[in-house]
């Protein structure tokens, strides 16, 4: 089913008492990590080596979502982590998991850019006999059994619950779609979720690569190409705080001229419903990496692990009170 046999006899040792002996001979390996990594973990004592690829830094999400990875697998909790950036490009993500082979890390941890696109390296990994857990974004790939665990969002039922606010409170409107990174699990979903309640209503659409700035830039142009818009819909906070720019250069209130719906709910998304900049935002939850921790533990001891870990997430409106966001953890 997964390829943990390394892993499992790992652990068999460790509860038989050798440890010890078994995490010298791996510390003869030492100077293999460390390329990018920044957890300080030292690698001896038996601490779970963990090469995690993180897609970018390109959202408030994203910066909530490594601060909660970090904050989890750390040398305290038992884990020697190599954490690399890959910003945003699929061929840096590549490099950063073939050296994790190259490593032999215990885990690979990674959260896909783009789902297609990793059959090669899947395939390389599967053969080296590390097992992959893969974070936030999915997969598509011929390779057969290519991760042990999933853990992340259900961004479909992000966008049905998106599709559903507008279909309720703004039955008529002519919507402009600002998708995040093309061919990414999260566009790729949360578009179908929209477009299955309100597609017929969707009058354009462009990516704006889940970034603030691209998503100001493809504001500005939706606004040219499809005048009759009065409704945004977002893929994520970060674009959509850039749209508000783009409708308020354009002379336009956002929230009333153009409604916005978006996701994540990060604090600044939802400071902008307070504002009444923002009409709907629908949660992506960035902040599983406890719930990771664990899941790596028992993956790198040979344990069962449910195949998918559906993390748990919420929506608001401009109910929101500034006090709740305000509290919010980012
Ligand atoms: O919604 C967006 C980020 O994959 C869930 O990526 C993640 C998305 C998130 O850039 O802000």
Known sequence: MFHASRRSFLSAVAATGVALTLAAC??????????????????????IRVGYSQLGAESGWRTANTESVKANLTAENGFDLTFV??????????????????QDVDVIAFSPVV???????????????IPVVLVDRTV??????????????????????????????????????LQGTLGSGAQVDREEGFDAVVGSQVV????????????????????????????????????????????????KTPGTDIQIV????????????VDKKFNYVVECNPAFGDQLA?????????????????????????????????????
Request: hydrophobic share 35%.
């Open 85 to 102: 950036d890959a910003q945003q490009k699929q061929e840096n993500q590549i490099k950063a998991l073939r050296d994790f082979v190259a």
């Open 262 to 273: 978006s996701v994540d709910a990060v604090r600044d998304g939802l400071q902008a419903l």
């Open 294 to 330: 664990e899941l790596i533990k028992k993956v790198a001891a040979g344990e069962d692990v449910p195949k998918e870990t559906v993390v748990e997430e919420t929506a608001f409106d401009q109910t929101i009170t500034q006090a709740e966001v305000d509290a919010r953890p980012y």
């Open 204 to 251: 354009g659409k462009a990516s704006g690569n889940f970034t603030r700035a691209e998503g100001r830039t493809a504001t500005e142009a939706a606004l040219q190409a499809y005048p009759e818009t009065t409704l945004i819909f977002t893929h994520n906070d970060d674009m959509g705080l850039g749209a508000v720019e783009a409708i308020e250069a354009a002379g």
């Open 140 to 177: 598509d790939t011929t390779v057969e059994d290519p991760y042990v665990t999933h853990i992340g969002s259900d961004f479909k039922a992000e966008g049905t619950k998106a599709g559903e606010w507008v279909k309720a409170n703004a039955a008529d409107a002519k919507i402009f779609e």
């Open 26 to 47: 791996g510390g003869s390996a030492e100077g293999g990590t460390g390329s990018g990594g920044d957890a300080g973990g030292s690698g001896d004592g038996g601490a």
């Open 115 to 129: 789902e297609t696109g990793w059959d090669d390296v899947l395939q390389e990994i599967k053969d080296a006999g």
